[in-house]
């Protein structure tokens, strides 16, 4: 798994590469909460991600509870449809905004 950051205007775009699984999801977490500060504007750019497991879930949920208790935002772009539909029968889709690519991810966090 790889990870990058870029800025994007005032948003931080996280850009995931690889599965998220039991042993990525914490280096993911690792790397992601440094970058979420008091009113943060994040997009964690998904569509490079094939597959993320329960652990993975447990990290979205996790950096979401992180982000929203600073009064900052997250949109998750690119969601594979098997992470997206896995997401939606779990209740974890109503946690976060979604957005198919980048453009309207940036939109949605206007």
Do not use: H, N
């Amino acid at each position: 798994m790889e990870i990058e950051a870029r800025t994007v205007e005032d948003i931080t775009v996280i850009e995931i590469s690889g599965d998220i699984d039991g042993s990525t999801a914490p280096q993911a977490q690792a790397k992601i909460l440094p970058l979420a500060g008091p009113g943060c504007k994040i997009i964690l750019e998904m569509s490079k991600v094939p597959y993320m497991s329960s652990a993975g879930l447990r990290m979205l949920l996790s950096t979401y509870r992180q982000i929203a208790g600073q009064k900052g935002s997250i949109v998750l772009v690119g969601l594979s449809e098997e992470i997206q539909d896995t997401m939606s029968v779990t209740g974890f889709l109503k946690f976060f905004k979604t957005a198919p690519t980048l453009e309207p991810g940036i939109a949605a966090l206007g």
